[in-house]
C-alpha cells in the first residue's frame, strides 16, 4: 500500500513496466491563438457583394448631394445678380424718364412764362376784361396739371434769399433793415419737382444802405 501511494504521488517518476508519454500542450487552445485564427478567418472570408453595392451606392449618393449643392449655390448667385440686375437697370430707367420729364416741363414753363408776363401787361394797362380772364384761367389749368406731375411753384416773394431755390440778378437798396437779405421781387417764377429744384427763382434782394454817421459821431471816428 505504502508503494502505491509513492507511486501516485510521483506521477513523473518513470515506473517499471509503465511508459510514460509526454503531455502535448494544444497552442491553439490559448486565446491569443484563437484571436489570431478568428482574424486570419475573417481576412480570408470574401467580401458580401451586398456591402460592396451599398458602399457604392454610398459614394454616388455623396455625390449627387454635392453637386445639388453646388448647383443651389450657382441658383442662388444667380437670382441675387438677377435681382441687383433689375433693380439698377429700373433705377436707370427712372432717371431717364425723370430727366426726360424734366426737360419737356422745362419746355413748358417757358409757355407759363408768356402767359404770366400777359397777365401782368394787362394788369398794368388796367385792362381786365373777359381776355384777361380767359388767359388767367388758361395759366391756372396750366399750373393745375403741372402740379398733378409733382410740379409746384416757388413761394419766393417776401422769403429770406436762399442759394438753394433763388438766384439773385439785381440788389435793391431797402430803408426797413428787416428786408435785408430778402426777395423782395421776382423776375421769373421757379419751380420744383417731387422736391427737387426744376428751376430756380430769378429774384431782386434787397439791400439795407449803412445808416448815415451823424454829426456827433463824426468827430470821435475822427478822433480815433
Do not use: W
Not at 427712372?94 to 397777365?119: C, F, H, M, P, Y
Request: hydrophobic letters at 35%; charged letters at 25%; proline letters at 6%.
Amino acid at each position: 500500500m505504502e508503494e502505491h501511494a509513492e507511486i501516485q504521488a510521483s506521477p513523473q517518476e518513470p515506473v517499471e513496466g509503465i511508459i510514460v508519454e509526454p503531455e502535448i500542450i494544444d497552442a491553439s487552445s490559448s486565446p491569443e491563438a484563437a484571436q489570431a485564427e478568428e482574424e486570419a478567418t475573417e481576412e480570408e472570408a470574401p467580401e458580401d457583394p451586398r456591402d460592396v453595392e451599398i458602399a457604392n451606392l454610398h459614394g454616388q449618393l455623396a455625390e449627387q448631394l454635392e453637386l445639388v449643392n453646388s448647383i443651389k449655390r450657382q441658383h442662388g448667385e444667380a437670382i441675387a445678380e438677377f435681382n441687383s440686375a433689375r433693380t439698377r437697370l429700373k433705377r436707370e430707367v427712372n432717371r431717364e424718364v425723370q430727366n426726360s420729364l424734366k426737360s419737356l416741363i422745362g419746355e413748358l414753363l417757358e409757355t407759363v412764362d408768356n402767359l404770366d408776363r400777359a397777365i401782368d401787361a394787362a394788369g398794368t394797362k388796367g385792362d381786365e376784361g373777359e381776355l384777361l380772364t380767359g388767359v388767367t384761367m388758361v395759366r391756372d389749368q396750366f399750373l393745375t396739371k403741372l402740379s398733378n406731375c409733382g410740379v409746384k411753384r416757388v413761394q419766393a416773394l417776401g422769403t429770406p434769399f436762399n442759394p438753394n431755390q433763388h438766384e439773385a440778378i439785381s440788389m435793391v437798396p431797402v430803408a426797413d433793415p428787416e428786408q435785408d437779405g430778402t426777395v423782395v421781387a421776382v423776375i421769373t417764377e421757379g419751380y420744383t419737382i417731387n422736391g427737387e429744384v426744376l428751376r430756380a427763382t430769378l429774384v431782386a434782394v434787397g439791400q439795407c444802405a449803412a445808416p448815415a454817421a451823424t454829426p456827433d459821431e463824426a468827430p470821435e471816428e475822427a478822433n480815433n
